[in-house]
Structure formats: structure tokens, C-alpha cells
């Protein structure tokens, strides 16, 4: 049984929920971006697509954002594990993962269904995910913390 | 049984309590945090509690090895819930002392089977009970 079938106004109330969380972390980002909040604020932005890949799973028809959020989390972790340093670009990453989950709670709740997010940004965060890959492998062969340049997410 | 469910996230725990309501157990209290369910547990005479392990302030791990290391709560049966089965942090939850963890998305009959598992191991579920009543009658 769908966890909306037992409890119809549930949709809404996730939807509600997520796109606040959605509007919080974006806020995060910008303030990152902006240098007014400390690199542990991280972790809270990691805490938070966590707790979106969480609902999402758990939500039925929620895919998109799971997928979404499970690579977002996955780059965020590329700096509180201090693999990478943060970036403009892993910044401006981030702030398109969250406009774009934010864009898919926006359209499922006018539509009532989730729909795919870009394929450009899901190409963007698995390239910087296979850059952080590489990075951590070196990490382990004695390499220090990495830098996280544009070029990963851009494509050159 | 009283249970308590605690996880940051509304969504997550009104859906817990709804699959526990569908289950049949009708006594569940819900808390956004560690912080908030120590005092709880501490007042109230619950019997089981899943929490989840992400959340800010107190974590579903500090909760947990809180309620280990009191006398009074270390019995109590934890039942974990996370978003992905990372090694590290089943690990560390098992080392904590958890009785179980599951892993999202899961069904009720699941939520359910870890519940029985976890009574029958710790003595205090159905199945002991079961057993129990099949050594009376031989």
C-alpha cells in the first residue's frame, strides 16, 4: 500500500515540508557562496539532502528527487570528509541541485506527479562524483585535500 | 505497547505512525530529536523505540548509546531506521547496542517482521510468549 493511500493528505504535507527544507538549504548555499557561514555549515546542507533522499525513498513516485538528492549528498561529502575544498563551482552545483529539487516539489504539487529532473545537471553530478572518486582513491595513496575547480562540473 | 518514534523529519514519522496504527499498535508518541525523546522515555514507561539515525542536535546514535548506558532504559528494545545501508554507521549503531535497523523505503510487513524479531530476541515479543505457552501444556 502507497503511504498516500492510507493517508491522503500526506502528499501534501511532505510537499510542504521538503520544499521549506528545499528553500533552507538554498539559503545555506547562497550564504556559503557569500562566505557569512563557517565550511561546518556543510554538514547541515548534507543533513539536508539526506533528509530528502530519505522522504523521497520513502514517498511513492518521488524518484527524481531521490536521484537528485543521493548525488547532491554524495558531493557534499566531498567536503566534510575534507576530500575536496569547497568551491564557487561545487557551490554553483549545489545551488542547482537544490533549485532543481525545489523545481520537482514545485511542479509535482501543481501537477499531483514528480517529473524527471535535467539531464545536464544529473550529467554534472556524476561527473563531479567520479572526480571525487579519483580524488579520494588519491587521498589514500597520500595526496592532500583537493581542489574542486570548475572544469569537473563544466565538462572541459 | 507503547512506542516511541523519533526522526526530524514530520513526513517520516507520521508515516511510521501510520504503519504502527495499521499494525494495530495505537500507542505511539513521536519526537524531533534525541534531545526531545531522552526526557520522554525518561517520564514515560515506553516499550520499544525506532528512531532515526540523521538528525541534528542529538543524533539517533548518541540517543542510542544514551539510553545504553541508563539503568533504567538499557533494556529498552531500539529499533534504527536510515536512509541507506552504510556500512560505517550500521556498524557503529550494532557496536552501540541496537536490536535492529531497517533500511527506507520499507512496508509495514517489514516494519512489522523487525519488530517481532526484535521482541522474540530480547524476550518480550509474541513468539516468546508462544513459546512459552508450549512448554505449560507439554
Redesign the interface.
Same mark, same amino acid.
Given at each position: !500500500?502507497r503511504?498516500t493511500e492510507?493517508?491522503p493528505d500526506?502528499w501534501s504535507?511532505?510537499l510542504d515540508?521538503?520544499e521549506a527544507l528545499g528553500q533552507e538549504m538554498l539559503a545555506a548555499v547562497k550564504a556559503l557562496a557569500a562566505g557569512s557561514l563557517a565550511e561546518t555549515a556543510y554538514e547541515?546542507l548534507r543533513?539536508g539532502f539526506?533528509?530528502l533522499?530519505?522522504?523521497a525513498?520513502? !514517498?511513492s513516485g518521488c524518484d527524481s528527487l531521490y536521484c537528485c538528492s543521493m548525488k547532491a549528498e554524495r558531493i557534499v561529502q566531498g567536503v566534510t570528509r575534507e576530500v575536496v575544498f569547497p568551491s564557487p563551482a561545487l557551490l554553483g552545483l549545489l545551488g542547482d541541485a537544490v533549485g532543481a529539487s525545489i523545481d520537482l516539489i514545485q511542479q509535482a504539487r501543481l501537477s499531483g506527479v514528480m517529473p524527471a529532473y535535467s539531464l545536464s545537471l544529473r550529467e554534472r553530478l556524476e561527473r563531479a562524483d567520479q572526480y571525487l572518486v579519483d580524488a579520494e582513491r588519491a587521498q589514500m595513496c597520500g595526496e592532500g585535500r583537493a581542489p574542486f575547480p570548475g572544469l569537473v562540473v563544466d565538462g572541459a | 505497547m507503547k512506542i516511541l518514534v523519533v526522526d526530524?523529519?514530520?513526513?517520516?514519522r507520521?508515516?511510521i505512525k501510520?504503519l504502527l496504527n495499521?499494525l494495530g499498535y495505537e500507542d505511539v508518541n513521536e519526537a524531533e530529536d534525541g534531545t526531545v525523546a531522552l526526557p520522554m522515555l525518561h517520564n514515560e514507561d515506553y516499550e520499544f523505540l525506532i528512531t532515526?539515525l540523521?538528525m541534528?542536535g542529538m543524533s539517533g546514535l548518541d540517543l542510542l548509546r544514551a539510553v545504553r548506558a541508563d539503568s533504567t532504559l538499557c533494556r529498552l528494545p531500539v529499533l534504527v531506521v536510515?536512509?541507506?545501508a552504510n556500512r560505517e554507521k550500521i556498524v557503529a549503531a550494532a557496536k552501540a547496542g541496537v536490536d535492529g535497523y531497517m533500511v527506507?523505503?520499507?512496508?509495514?510487513a517489514v516494519l512489522q517482521s523487525k519488530i517481532s524479531a526484535i521482541l522474540a530476541r530480547t524476550g518480550q515479543g509474541p513468539l516468546e510468549a508462544a513459546a512459552a505457552d508450549k512448554d505449560e501444556t507439554n
Open positions: !500500500m503511504p492510507e493517508d500526506l504535507f511532505f515540508e521538503v547541515d543533513r539526506h533528509t533522499k530519505g522522504g525513498a520513502q !514517498m | 526530524d523529519f514530520a513526513t517520516m507520521r508515516i501510520n495499521t532515526d540523521n541534528p536510515t536512509a541507506d527506507k523505503p520499507f512496508s509495514a
